[in-house]
């Protein structure tokens, strides 16, 4: 394992199922386990999984200042967010290029947590903290276990009273097996699912105690990495590698704009005010290219980096790619040249082991409607 300065306290159980815990964000993650991922993946389609996505970073801000903090650092309107309400955001620089994406947890009137993953957020807050009232707090010992999937209500449900009336992006502060916790309807996996932030000391009683009693419904720990075929095909993007950070233009400076990402829809009707929202703005209809999903013939998946052909043109980049044994489909996220981003445009993923005939394909692959994580009741 690479070493970490952060630390897992389910990285025992992580071991036992075969993981060498692989460093991200700082932290040693089950990148796999003893067994086959594509079990995982359906198990949090048709029924549930339970995840430790701990490496995740939480930061706590507290004060009169911090809604403004935060309004600076993110794309998000704060005044609609209520005690109780979260919402996805993205931060930029200067030049209106991502720098990161964080869910932004309202606790209480002048009380929030930021979570994010390996990107500058925590630095993105701490410049625009700076001379005003309020305290930033980074939590190492907040643990965040991911239970994803249809039936991970049913489970809930035994435990938690209301939580089947929680709606999607919204938390609740209560009690898991008399433990404290904070339940939150989100997850990276375009099902219904919901992470439980619980202290550190009781992350072990949790995660046994989840999986144990949910064995009956087919509940399964479930690897960090799973969640790369869950994204592919629910458009969920990784940092840093669907984006230039990976894939920098020749010279130019790294960082995309949130019109080429797709993730425009995270800046707020009308905000300005935020971090490079100028240039944010000016950027608008200036996309270098679009990410966008091809689906490939036969059943062997892009290669992460695979060149994209039309017509012996190179004209784009595989990301992330999977073969999905339920929809019997291999697809991919790939950054495509504005021109090609279209449904049903021929090309070619050039992978290492050889060429693959394959077609555009709009995001989301699977639930465009986003029937399925917004589900009531």
């Known amino acids: 394992m690479t070493a970490s300065w952060r630390f897992s306290v389910l990285a025992d159980r992580h071991r ?17 386990y003893d067994k086959d991922a594509d ?15 701990s490496g995740l970073k939480k930061v706590h801000l507290n004060g009169p200042h911090a809604a403004h903090v935060i309004d600076l650092a993110t794309t998000r309107d704060v005044r609609k967010i209520y005690p109780g309400k979260s919402v996805y955001a993205c931060m930029l620089n200067e030049a209106g290029k991502f720098t990161d994406d964080c869910v932004v947890y309202r606790i209480a009137p002048n009380s929030w947590m930021v979570v ?6 925590h630095e993105e807050l701490q410049k625009a903290a700076m001379g005003r009232d309020l305290s930033i707090r980074f939590d190492d010992d907040l643990h965040d276990l991911s239970l994803q999937g249809p039936l991970a ?6 435990h938690v009273p209301g939580i089947r009336d929680l709606p999607y992006f919204h938390h609740m502060q209560t009690r898991l097996f008399e433990l404290p916790v904070m339940i939150s309807r989100t997850g990276y996996t375009g099902e219904r699912g919901y992470e439980i932030f619980c202290r550190g000391e009781d992350a072990p009683t949790i995660w046994d105690r989840i999986l144990d009693e949910g064995a009956e419904l087919g509940i399964i720990p479930c690897r960090f990495t799973t969640l790369d075929m869950l994204r592919v095909e629910s458009y969920l993007l990784f940092y840093p ?21 797709g993730l425009d829809f995270t800046v707020s009707p009308g905000k300005t005010g935020f971090r490079g929202a100028e240039e944010h703005y000016r950027l608008k209809g200036k996309e270098r290219f679009r990410i966008f999903g091809i689906r490939l013939e036969g059943t062997a998946p892009a290669e992460e980096g695979a ?26 996220i790939a950054r ?24 555009a394909h709009p995001l989301p692959f699977d639930d465009p409607k986003k029937l399925k994580r917004t589900a009531k009741g």
Request: hydrophobic share 35%.
């Open 336 to 359: 495509l040249d504005v021109d090609c981003a279209v449904p049903d445009v021929e090309l070619e993923v050039r992978n290492a082991s050889g060429p693959v005939r394959a077609k």
């Open 241 to 261: 590698y669907d984006n230039s950070q990976k894939y920098p233009f020749e010279n130019e400076g790294p960082g995309d704009t949130l019109w080429e990402l």
């Open 153 to 158: 209500v049913d489970y809930l449900a035994r």
């Open 307 to 332: 060149p994209i052909f039309r017509d012996g043109r190179q004209v784009g980049v595989a990301t992330c790619g999977m073969y999905s044994p339920l929809a019997k489909a291999s697809m991919a």
């Open 39 to 53: 079990e995982e993946y359906v198990a949090i389609r048709t029924k549930a999984g339970l995840m430790d996505v």
């Open 16 to 32: 036992a199922l075969g993981s060498k815990l692989e460093d991200w964000s700082g932290m040693g993650t089950a990148w796999s």
């Open 116 to 121: 994010h993953g390996s990107g500058t957020g």
